[in-house]
């Protein structure tokens, strides 16, 4: 069982960085700054969601898991409005 | 090598990467936003040394506010910087000084300092016991060394007087100017309907658990800050006049309600800043609620600056 559980951390925390370094070529490759935040966006929300997904099993307390939901949560939030926002700053530009 | 090693030499290989990014910035802008990601490493780096207080702060204060201010001052002067750069004597004078002190410090402590580091902390635990406190951090703020705390919070207090003071006098006592002055983008009206409430409530937890676990008034405090410069931003709120009593007593109440404390010590526990036996934690948590909206009130006007209109009447 326990082994079960480390390989879901595993895959999930593995599939969350590859998403962040994707997130960061683009970042670094992509032509202007709407696709740099496409690519940004993809790295906050699913490469975050998976690097939490996969620690959740490795918490001890309901609490902590709440809280490392929530640290997610408020992440996508913020990141999806100041991402409205630096898209909305370019275009006026 | 192990995995942890190899994770802490890549951390000081980027920190000190950023460190030099941060220097080499030809613009100031650029410059800042380097120094955010360098105070963001930082604080990773003092997880890493097993000090999760010091890494809040760094977060809250060295990356955040600071970040702001930098940010701040950075859109104030960028139109007006000049192209050409100091005199190359200066340069090399500056950068000499600033060799001189990091290997003045490096020496101090990888050389000079006896294996193991002389170290308070065994004494420090043993009487955590009798303060009626979890963590030994706030235990140092607040009762071994509670006098260097009070004097850092009137350091604070002073900085805004400084800041306060750079208004012209036509405008002094009026109103800070807090972003452009163009209206608010419905998105960061959204942002300051939604988050401040959370915000909020995360700061109120960090002050609380500040007793007992790592956090406390000055990581609470800047929590607070930003979200009352949000709902500024957002014009939800008006920036109040910097003569507004209630701003005024905001900002000195903490420090105040600290030194009261710190008085009634004399009467009831025969010194200054001593907690009569029992009441320690009480009392601590009562002047870190003082100092957490204080902290809020003074960081938030430090960022928004010195007064640019005229009291409103």
């Known amino acids: 069982m326990s082994t079960a559980i480390a390989l879901v951390t595993v895959v999930a925390v593995s599939a969350g960085a590859i998403f962040f370094l994707a997130g960061t070529i683009g970042l670094i490759r992509f032509p ?6 496409h690519a940004l966006t993809k790295a906050d929300n699913l490469g975050l969601g998976l690097i939490v997904l996969g620690l ?7 609490a902590e898991a709440l809280k490392l939901v ?10 999806a409005i100041v991402t409205q926002l ?3 700053t370019s275009r006026h530009k | 090598m192990t995995s942890a090693l190899a994770f802490d030499l890549a951390l000081a290989a980027l920190v000190l990467a950023i460190a030099t990014l941060t220097i080499a910035a030809r613009e100031a802008m650029s410059a800042v936003i380097s120094f955010i990601a360098y105070g963001l490493l930082l604080s990773l780096a003092w997880v890493r040394l097993r000090a999760p207080d010091v890494a809040l702060t760094e977060a809250a204060i060295g990356a955040g506010v600071t970040g702001l201010l930098l940010l701040g001052a950075a859109a104030t002067i960028g139109h007006r910087q000049a192209g050409a750069a100091p005199p190359l004597a200066l340069m090399l004078a500056a950068g000499l000084a600033c060799a001189l002190v990091a290997s003045g410090l490096a020496a101090t402590t990888l050389v000079l300092l006896p294996e193991p580091a002389p170290t308070l902390a065994p004494p420090a635990m043993a009487s955590l016991a009798t303060t009626g406190l979890g963590n030994p951090v706030t235990a140092v703020l607040f009762v071994y060394r509670a006098l260097d705390t009070l004097l850092e ?6 900085a805004l007087l400084g800041v306060w003071s750079l208004a012209p006098d036509r405008v002094w006592g009026g109103v800070a100017r807090l972003g452009p002055d163009a209206p608010p983008r419905a998105m960061l009206v959204f942002l300051a309907q939604l988050l401040p409430p959370v915000g909020m409530l995360i700061a109120i937890y960090m002050f609380w658990t500040g007793a007992d676990h790592p956090g406390g008034a000055f990581q609470g405090g800047a929590i ?7 709902v500024l931003t957002a014009r939800l709120a008006d920036m109040p006049a910097t003569s507004h009593p209630g701003l005024r007593l905001l900002v000195l109440a903490g ?8 008085f009634a010590g004399w009467a009831l526990a025969d010194a200054f800043l001593a907690y009569p036996e029992g009441y320690a934690k009480p009392l601590i948590i009562l002047a870190e609620a003082g100092l957490t909206l204080s902290i809020a009130a003074t960081l938030a006007c430090l960022v928004a600056g010195p007064a640019t209109r005229t009291p409103p009447p």
């Open chain 1, 86 to 88: 630096i898209a909305a």
């Open chain 1, 70 to 79: 929530c640290i997610w949560l408020l992440v996508m939030f913020s990141g």
């Open chain 2, 255 to 262: 420090p105040m309600l600290f030194a009261a404390i710190g």
């Open chain 2, 153 to 158: 919070k009137v350091v604070l207090v002073l």
């Open chain 2, 224 to 230: 607070l800050a930003a979200m009352w410069l949000i």
């Open chain 1, 32 to 37: 202007d700054a709407p696709c740099r935040l």
């Open chain 1, 56 to 62: 959740l099993p490795q918490v001890g307390t309901l």
